[in-house]
């Protein structure tokens, strides 16, 4: 079975195998950035796949080669004009997020390439993800004059608060697969695509064979404690919101995609 959601900028596909193994795949021209629609598409697909009786396990990916996810759309946010419209775009991350948080079945991250601000996120909400040497992370927001507020609860649930900090404060900087997976970030890191596309399908078709209902509740264990994150997200959404409107980030941006 497969679906296919075409955005204005960008689409979301999703297909499921005969052992019930869907695959989420989004794509946008522009490094697979994440603008408004885009995100409020991917979260309300993670949430309609993972209560379809059919599916057993997720795998969440993206499309090309060399990045997973560049993050924000700058686009979208030089064009925010008040703190209200600031907040509802960055509430997109927390949407994602959170439909992960409290999706069912366990998400398998594919990360083939780079994972940028809200990328590194998306990584980060998935519950056991796999990437190429190519997947490196950076958290860049700081360089824009924002911070990664909204991914921060989630990324610092996986590499703890000292490698998060290390992250958002050098936000210049990327840091390499081999580091993320040192910090918890991934379980394992290929040297090429095919051989982690081999590994995803296979882990895959080992959870796709469990008990769903053991799945089920052993992923409540893993995300315990995390019941606030729907007021947490959105009011951390709230701070980049704000920010989002100084002069500060207003230059950074225009700087930034004038390179």
Request: a negative charge; charged letters at 20%; glycine letters at 10%.
């Amino acid at each position: 079975m497969s679906t296919t959601e075409t955005l204005a900028a960008g689409r979301v596909d999703v297909t499921t195998d005969e052992q019930g193994v869907a695959t989420i795949c989004f794509s946008h021209p522009s490094h697979n950035s994440l603008p408004g629609a885009l995100l409020t598409e991917l979260a309300e697909t993670i949430t309609r796949v993972g209560q379809d009786a059919q599916t057993k396990v997720i795998i969440l990916r993206s499309e090309g080669d060399k990045t997973f996810c560049a993050g924000a759309s700058f686009d979208e946010l030089i064009a925010i004009d008040n703190e209200a419209q600031g907040q509802s775009f960055f509430s997109g991350f927390a949407k994602v997020i959170n439909a992960c948080r409290t999706c069912p079945r366990i998400i398998i991250g594919r990360v083939q390439g780079k994972a940028i601000g809200g990328g590194v996120g998306v990584a980060a909400a998935t519950d056991y993800c796999f990437a190429t040497t190519q997947a490196s992370v950076r958290l860049s927001e700081l360089v824009v004059g924002i911070g990664p507020f909204v991914v921060g609860p989630a990324v610092e649930r996986k590499i703890g608060n000292a490698a998060f900090g290390q992250l958002a404060l050098d936000a210049g900087e990327f840091r390499s697969a081999a580091w993320a997976r040192e910090h918890g970030l991934y379980a394992d890191v290929f040297d090429t695509t095919p051989h982690m596309d081999t590994a995803v399908a296979a882990f895959a078709t080992k959870l796709a064979a469990y008990n769903p209902e053991a799945l089920a509740e052993l992923k409540k264990v893993l995300w315990q404690g995390t019941d606030h994150w729907d007021k947490l997200l959105v009011e951390r959404a709230g701070i980049s919101g704000r920010l989002v409107l100084s002069d500060f980030t207003r230059q950074a941006i225009e700087k930034f995609k004038g390179r």
